[in-house]
């Protein structure tokens, strides 16, 4: 009965060790090993090895594995290939750093179902012994790293292995260098298990520029954005409707018409609203787009897609609209960019009082420079309150506001920065802004933001957050916060966050946004009598105090 058992037992593990793996998951792995050798051991971080021919040639031989056994001897060959890794005693120092750890995660090193015992604790040996000093793929510059030597294949479909090296860079780098990679509404893992197929039956230049789109898409960050002018062009289109509205309400408010070089009239006219357009809802035109075009939560997404609505490369659009209390149905000539006139809109004004009294100062966040703001000041600075517009992208003010506005220098936010000598982990550090300044200003701070409002402007808006009467009002801002890293993936430009900033207790902004103390969002009816809500709202709690 014992030999019977042991036989059992034995055969099972041999059958364990020789089962069957699918073309997916032996690419998964093979992602995941091959980007963390590129990063970690010492050899292969040093530039020595041609890292994308060894992908493609492991690719290939991925052909003939068949079970966990085989892919196992493989990986262990190719591993010793390498090179020997010595032993890294600076690696197990501890650093004075605030770790946070909530994006790493090497634990698939672990996964018996794809690793031998032996594999395993080679990948754990370069893990511990892993490269510290400068890596040949990437680089720092300021606060942020920055990717470099790669090489180009250009962003025309040419193969599957090409296919895939596409997908398990930047899969690679969103793993190891995203800080938000933990937000994600998809496991990052998963987009990996899923996309792989996708990427297998791409056979045309369309198709790629499509599913790279929609992989960079899962990052879910409004700073990120992949850049095809196959895209734009076919996917969208170059023909567009000659007017000019606002999104409100799930609608569009036409502000304006503009005229084109045909001399022709558009039935559309001002005050007029779309809820309709080709026979989709403006929601389900948000829908439509929103697969290939990332944003880190709906109100993002709106702001990304909603300059798109009304292009097309037809030469006609259908809407539904409300006029004067009537629903129509009209057929809407477009036109070439190109061939529509629009006037240019007069420069807003830097700063000025919004009463005779000068009691209420404004000031445009995303028209005045930082030369300005001396002059802004001493204009300003009697005004009981001043309001600052930040529906907008500031222009480098935030140091030198803080100096004027605030009473003493604050933490105002935390910013987590990748560890490059520990790839996935990132460290943190609080940031002060502003200094001991007896001669603040001691009025109301009064900060208008909506999903215009992103990642300098949110950190702005934290600043002013700091002063002792301020009161932020509006919508929840964009959620996407942190200096930005580009880079090309198949040559194309796109880029995602590289910092974590958060509320110096740690609460998070990214995907959230800053919430508004009061919030007003522009409706269908404010945008037709043309009003701004928002503003109003700010006028009316200066003067009611609530």
Known sequence: MRKFSLFIILFLSLNFSAQALSETQKLESLCKV??????????????????????????NELKNINNKNQLNELYSKWIDSLGKVDECKECSKKENKVYFLKNFDLNWINNQNIFSENVTQKLKYIQNNRNISENHYFGKGGRKVYFRNENSYGSKFTSKEINLLELFRYWNYIEYFFPYKYKTDQNWNDVLTEMIPKFLTINTTENYHLTLAELVTKVDDSHAFLFSPFISLNQYGRRKVPVEYLYAEGKLVVTKTNSNKFNEETPLQTGDVIYDINGLTIPQKVNAFGKYIPASNSWGKIKKVKNLFLFTNKDSINLKIERNGQNLALQIKTYLLKDIISEKPAQPEKWKFYDEEKKIGYVNMGVIEREDLDEMYSNLKSAESIIFDLRNYPKQTIFPLAKLLLPESF?????????????????????????KNSDYYKGNVVVLVDENTQSQAETTTMMFKQHPKAKVIGSNTSGANGDVIY??????????????????????????????????KPTVKGIKEGKDEVLERALEYIKDGH
């Open 34 to 59: 091959w980007g963390f050798l590129k990063y970690y051991h010492p050899n292969v971080a040093k530039g020595t090895f041609n890292w994308d021919q060894q992908l493609f040639q492991k690719i």
């Open 411 to 435: 933490i105002y936010y935390q910013f987590n920065f990748p560890d490059t000598n520990y790839l996935s982990k990132f460290y943190s550090r609080k940031n002060q802004i502003g200094v």
């Open 487 to 520: 880079l090309n993936i198949a040559d194309l430009e796109t880029s995602f966050t590289g910092l974590g900033a958060y509320y110096p207790d740690g609460k998070e902004t990214q995907r959230i946004g800053i919430i508004p103390d009061i919030i007003v």
